[in-house]
């Protein structure tokens, strides 16, 4: 995840909905119900079930 990505780029940071927003609206802004996820990654989820596995990192460490 690139923080100092501009808005919208595919790497840069956007806060999720673990419950879609859609289903769930009583937790739209309940703060436990957001993580961290790629543009392009929660973009290209919509309204899907989330995925609990983190999947490759961006960065070498």
């Known amino acids: 995840m690139n923080y100092q990505a501009k808005n919208l780029h595919p790497n ?12 769930h609206p009583e937790l739209t802004l309940d703060m ?11 973009r290209s989820r919509g309204t899907k079930q989330p995925q609990t596995n983190l999947g490759p ?5």
């Open 12 to 23: 840069a940071f956007e806060a999720d909905h673990y419950h879609p927003r859609s289903t």
């Open 32 to 42: 436990h119900n957001l993580r961290p996820a790629h543009v392009s990654c929660n």
């Open 57 to 61: 990192t961006t960065t070498n460490w």
